[in-house]
């Protein structure tokens, strides 16, 4: 039992915090790309936002390098792991086991396809508890992860020493 504590305290050293100016671009990109979706949610009465799009925005704007970041991780992530939400809530219905063998059935599908993304985690728990129709798919999940991407690519390359995406 020892061996899982001694596993558990860690040993490598907590990575430098980000300068000042590097967190302030990452929290504009972020709120430039919140604030869009939100106001061409308002604009077009229709629903483009999502509480997991927060978090996408942070690995989009804070680690754009990181595979969990690139376009196809941001947009397949939340697709496949919102079509599994639906089709787990379709078959078992609403509760907590349903939510929790749909977040397991996501992780899954993401690691396997290669598109993980580690906000579209939460999607299926979302759905369980809005328990929306199939038309989530589009509004606002492929929708808004699109709106996310557009600004990532536009706002990560017009900053000095950034290139997004890493690949596609």
């Given at each position: ?10 040993g ?83 509760g907590w086991?349903?939510m ?69």
């Open positions: 039992m020892t061996f899982l504590f001694k596993k558990m305290a860690g490598g050293a907590c990575p430098e915090p980000a300068r000042p100016a590097a967190a302030l671009l990452g929290g504009l990109g972020a709120m430039l790309a919140i604030g869009f979706a939100a106001g061409l949610s308002e604009l077009l009465d229709t629903i483009l936002m999502m509480a997991p799009f927060g978090a996408s925005c942070f690995l989009a704007f804070a680690v754009p390098e990181s595979p969990l970041a690139q376009p196809r991780n941001i947009v397949f992530g939340h697709l496949i792991s919102s079509l599994v939400g639906l089709a787990v809530l379709s078959i078992f219905g609403p086991p349903g929790a063998l749909a977040v397991g059935l996501a992780v899954s599908a993401m690691m396997w396809s290669g598109t993980g993304h580690a906000p579209a985690g939460a999607d299926p728990a979302v759905i369980f508890v809005l328990q929306p129709g199939l038309d989530f798919l589009i509004t606002p999940v492929l929708s808004g992860a699109l709106l996310i991407v557009v600004v990532a690519l536009l706002f990560n390359n017009m900053r000095r020493g950034k290139r997004y995406p890493v690949y596609w």
